[in-house]
């Protein structure tokens, strides 16, 4: 299946562009979303995906990373973001482009401070992104609470009734998109206010909440720094953030070593007013970083500035590949780095975007972006998620990832192409169901392989829930 994608021009009239969304229907039909790969299929090869995939990662990490993905069906589909686009790319899509998050499961939203200081529900992950067929983004993240409720135990009505909660929300919000003054949708943003009026108020969802907004560079400076000679340095917290390690001294040296030109290309690819702002702080110290799941092994640090000797700024400075979609959709046109693709992509989908969000490259010629580490993030914790909680967060994740693809994208052509039928959620929910089954499967094979002696991990650690 060629998986080439199209919009029309942006000023077409919002007729002509429904109407080209209702006619990719002959392309992909909206039941055609019920197909997916067999877990048993010949054609697929996951530890072969899974092994491309760890390329140009710092080899001593790749067993942390295979450990990580190990704990969990969940954890392993948070990590298998290429095995998906494998299948995506043999499967029908709508050919209705947008600017795709990437690698949109449910741990990848989450709340973080717009620059106004509002506490905003958004993706928080773009390390993928690329433009390519919505539909993409929407299978991936249906999958995940399917995946999801399975791994809490919960009845499997609930996974399916998630999903089409999300389906429906995915839907309602691109026509209402679609319908609003241009500017109007161009700066909606869905809210802590907002979200906490979508359902029920309660304990878990007001604790993520009250979390996020003490998630601050200050607070977490409390813990994350100590005092050596007079000066605020970063504190280890292995596995987490370290200074020296076997598996990384030798590329934190490096990247040490680059630091001058680094930060200088850095602070180029911020806009002049946050060139000025950041000029007020004065690097204190770099760590290694090992966040997440699938971003193991990719080349992390931690930078901490200062300002009036008192003020600290936490940035994460992370290394950015070829995105998992470029294989079957090409490399990103107009950017000179993997960092600038991260940071362009995340521009245009994000309601608001981080203050100090900028790119550089790194030793060897790497790409990376950077970005607050604290800034009023938090994220739900699945293992807190009452059946009721995932399907309220289901409804939360398709109404931000519905605002981000008619952000990027043509609300009037993907709003055209799902109508009003039941059919998509139906089928989402089939799709869903179908490929976590293969996701279960491939985490199975990457077991029997570690058992073989096939593939190296290392147990996991309490970062990878």
């Not at 067929?133 to 299978?139: A, C, N, T």
């Not at 791994?151 to 309602?172: M, N, S, T």
């Not at 699945?382 to 693809?405: I, M, N, Q, T, W």
Request: glycine share 8%; net charge positive; charged share 25%.
């Amino acid at each position: 299946m060629s998986s080439e994608s199209h919009a029309l021009d942006a000023t077409a009239s919002p007729a002509e562009r429904r109407a080209f969304g209702r006619a990719q229907r002959q392309r992909c039909a909206l039941g055609q979303w019920a197909e997916s790969p067999r877990p048993d299929a010949t054609d697929r090869d996951p530890l072969g995906w899974l092994k491309a995939s760890n390329r140009g990662r710092v080899p001593e990490l790749v067993p942390v990373r295979h450990g990580r993905m190990l704990v969990s069906p969940f954890t392993f589909y948070r990590g298998a973001a290429s095995l998906m686009a494998n299948d995506l790319a043999r499967l029908p899509h709508s050919g209705i482009a947008t600017q795709l998050c990437g690698d949109a499961h449910l741990a990848n939203f989450g709340f973080f401070a717009s620059p106004e200081r509002a506490l905003v529900f958004d993706i928080n992950d773009f390390d993928e992104t690329l433009q390519g067929p919505f539909d993409w983004d929407v299978r991936r993240l249906a999958t995940s609470f399917v995946v999801a409720a399975r791994d809490r135990g919960f009845k499997p009505r609930i996974g399916r009734e998630a999903v089409q909660q999300l389906a429906e929300a995915y839907r309602d919000r691109m026509r209402a998109f679609a319908r609003m003054d241009t500017l109007e949708a161009w700066y909606a943003r869905l809210t802590s206010q907002t979200l906490l009026k979508l359902g029920a108020e309660d304990a878990t969802e007001l604790a993520v909440i009250k979390k996020a907004r003490r998630s601050t560079s200050r607070v977490f400076a409390d813990s994350a720094t100590e005092t050596v000679d007079g000066r605020l340095m970063i504190r280890d917290q292995p596995p987490f953030v370290y200074h020296d390690a076997r598996a990384t001294v030798r590329e934190i040296k490096r990247f040490r070593a680059g630091l001058p030109a680094f930060l200088a290309q850095y602070r180029a690819s911020l806009p002049p007013e946050r060139q000025r702002l950041f000029d007020r702080y004065e690097l204190h110290d770099v760590a290694v970083l090992t966040p997440g799941v699938g971003s193991v092994g990719r080349r992390c640090f931690l930078l901490l500035f200062v300002a009036d000797r008192a003020h600290p700024l936490f940035l994460q400075c992370k290394e950015a590949g070829e995105s998992v979609l470029e294989a079957p959709l090409g490399a990103a046109p107009d950017t000179a780095s993997p960092g600038q693709r991260v940071v362009q992509g995340q521009r245009l989908a994000q309601a608001a975007s981080d203050v100090f969000l900028g790119w550089a490259q790194g030793p060897g010629g790497r790409g990376f972006y950077v970005r607050q580490l604290r800034d009023m993030k938090a994220s739900y914790k699945l293992e807190d998620f009452k059946p009721v909680d995932l399907l309220e967060f289901a409804e939360a994740c398709g109404y931000s990832l519905a605002r981000a693809h008619a952000k990027g994208g043509d609300a009037w052509a993907i709003d055209g192409y799902l109508g009003r039928a039941k059919s998509f959620n139906t089928a989402l929910a089939d799709f869903a169901e179908g490929y976590a089954d293969v996701n279960q499967a491939d985490w199975r094979r990457l077991k029997k392989a570690v058992a073989a002696g096939k593939a190296a991990a290392v147990e996991a650690d309490d970062t990878a829930s």
